[in-house]
């Protein structure tokens, strides 16, 4: 929004209420789901993904709920934490939030980034909290191999199921 007196990226003053509201800022990661497969079509050829999907939530007024999924197919773990995935805000988020995500299978790290918008006084800012938590994930690995294996069929075909997990905790920064 370019409307009125806005001065885009004009931060609100740090004594106002949008800067107390954000330093209070808590989240809180819904049903976080690792899973991943491993399957191998012949003994040489495999196509194999993982898949980190959780809701978003925080004490930040107005709520709303983030959608924050992510696949891939980079081997062996999927996830090293690098790559930065976006969530879906509902329509109900305010205009410029957003939020982000990356995640490390190895270590269980994941890093959440949120920009919260804030309009006072006839300004409107966004403020980016960034902070990470270690989840401890409890996981099965199933391997099945096909000893009689055939052309088109699966030749082997690896699981891994977490179970769901939520957190809750604080941004380590906001700038």
Known sequence: GHDGDDRCGAKPSR????????????????????????????PA????WGYASFNLTSNIVPSYTAACTASSSQLSSFFYGIVVY???????????AAASFRFNS??????IDQTVVCREKNTQASFTASGSTNLTLSCTDTK?????????????????KC????VTFRPSQVV
């Open 144 to 160: 099945t191999v096909n000893q009689n294996w055939t052309i088109g069929e699966i030749y082997s075909d690896e699981e891994i």
């Open 86 to 96: 976006n969530c879906v805000l509902p329509a109900t988020a305010p205009a410029g």
């Open 45 to 48: 050829h495999q196509n194999s």
């Open 106 to 111: 190895l270590t269980g790290e994941l890093d």
């Open 163 to 166: 179970a769901p997990v939520d």
């Open 15 to 42: 004594d106002g209420q949008c800067w107390k509201d954000v330093l209070k800022l808590q989240w809180t990661v819904h049903g976080f789901d690792y899973h991943a497969s491993y399957i191998f079509s012949t």
